[in-house]
């Protein structure tokens, strides 16, 4: 028998007074995947990583990891399954250097002073192990470019030894190569054989890493699809929830020319 998924949701419902952000919907992540989330403005993407967070608890529904049933209802609990998430505001301090932006808030400490010297060795192992280059581990996160501190942000998340990590649009506003370095990253964390969520609204990011694509529309399952046999336009069709737009039809027009 397979194992059991690393993360499992079973009919999760979600309100904000009046608003139903979440209605029903499943989800499964494996050991050594990656599933990334989709879906238009407003899907519930956000709302959903919240929830497996502990954020934002759900109202309705099960949650199961490795197969048995969890509760999570504060961030906390969720770090302690083994679940990391990474915000796509990274809440990085700009005027630490990336040693202290790792460590911050679980400081290592020897007979009472911080131990700069410790936290300066496992923080240059990390990056290695995670093929990470980075000019300096001491210099302010200021100084670093877009794609860098979003590598940093994702180490840090890493530091807990999480089995499954979430990532809130990972590669916004990043210019080419910055998204291919954090992408890089993406598939070092599948090969180590973590779990990935991966919230993106690019589709070109998508097909690069992601094993599997799950579809949100208006805070329901809208289809969850193997990769390397689903085109482009399917997954489109089930982000917009339209089978006759101006994709499908140019699709079929190539298709009749043919």
């Not at 911080?114 to 990056?127: A, I, K, Q, S």
């Not at 809208?222 to 006759?244: C, L, M, Y």
Request: aromatic residues 4%; negative net charge; hydrophobic residues 45%.
């Amino acid at each position: 028998m397979s194992a059991p998924p690393l993360l499992a949701l079973r009919g999760i419902f979600k309100r904000f007074g009046a608003v139903q952000a979440l209605a029903d919907v499943d989800l499964e992540v494996r050991a050594g995947e990656v599933v990334a989330l989709v879906g238009d403005n407003g899907a519930g993407k956000s709302t959903l990583i919240k929830v497996i967070a502990g954020v934002d608890p759900a109202d309705e529904g099960a949650v199961e990891w490795q197969g048995r049933p969890v509760h999570i209802t504060r961030p906390h609990e969720a770090q302690d399954l083994g679940i990391a998430t990474v915000y796509q505001d990274l809440a990085l301090c700009d005027n630490l250097d990336v040693v202290g932006n790792l460590f911050l808030g679980r400081e290592l400490r020897r007979a009472g002073l911080l131990d700069e010297v410790e936290m300066e060795r496992v923080t240059l192992g990390l990056l290695d192990t995670l093929a990470i280059r980075l000019p300096s581990v001491r210099l302010p996160v200021a100084s670093l470019s877009g794609g860098q501190r979003q590598t940093v942000a994702i180490s840090r998340s890493m530091l807990g030894e999480p089995r499954l990590v979430l990532l809130d649009e990972p590669t916004a506003s990043l210019g080419i190569e910055q998204t291919a370095q954090v992408l890089d990253l993406v598939e070092q964390l599948r090969e180590r054989g973590l779990g990935v969520l991966l919230i993106s609204h690019n589709m070109g990011d998508v097909k690069a890493v992601a094993d599997w694509i799950a579809v949100l529309r208006l805070g329901r399952n809208n289809g969850f699809f193997d990769v390397t046999t689903t085109s482009h336009e399917q997954i489109i069709s089930s982000i917009t929830g339209a089978t006759d737009n101006a994709v499908t039809r140019r699709a079929a027009h190539w298709e009749t020319e043919r």
